[in-house]
């Protein structure tokens, strides 16, 4: 291995590469769609992370121009109840993945910042605890749908 390219790989795999060097994306997030809700009610967002990494790495945050807030929630069953409740984080397993889906862990999205339609493409950033920064175009969908 020449020496230029054994020093990058070290400084990419510590963590200090310089700004000429940057490490390639160890979560990918993919599926993106938000099921619209009529009038003020909140929407939810589903999608799927997939960690090629060799450690797990948390979902910390999620954020898109197009809500005034998003959360991350889970859907808990308990007996023939179920409630959402916000999480500070979602772990996704080392070379595993983590779908966001109806009745489970989904984005909250409260306060349309504009009126939203079927059909459109909004742009989402994924923060996760390594500091990576994910985006993804989220498709809007009407109200009964349930996926993909």
Known sequence: MKTPLRVML?????????STAAA???VKVS?????LL????PSGGYFSVVNMGAQPVDLTGVRTDAYGTAM???????????????VDKVTVPAHGTLAFTPGGYHVMLE?????LKV?????????????E???AECETKNATAMGH
């Open 119 to 131: 059909g459109m493409s909004i742009p989402f950033t994924f923060t996760f605890s390594d500091g």
């Open 31 to 35: 599926g993106c769609w938000i099921r």
């Open 111 to 115: 306060q349309p910042k504009k009126p």
């Open 10 to 18: 070290l400084a990419v795999l510590c963590g200090c590469a310089g």
């Open 24 to 26: 390639p994306a160890s």
């Open 133 to 135: 920064q994910v985006t």
């Open 72 to 86: 991350l929630h889970q859907t808990r069953s308990s007996g023939s109840t179920s409630n959402m409740v916000m």
């Open 38 to 41: 009529p009038g003020n009610l």
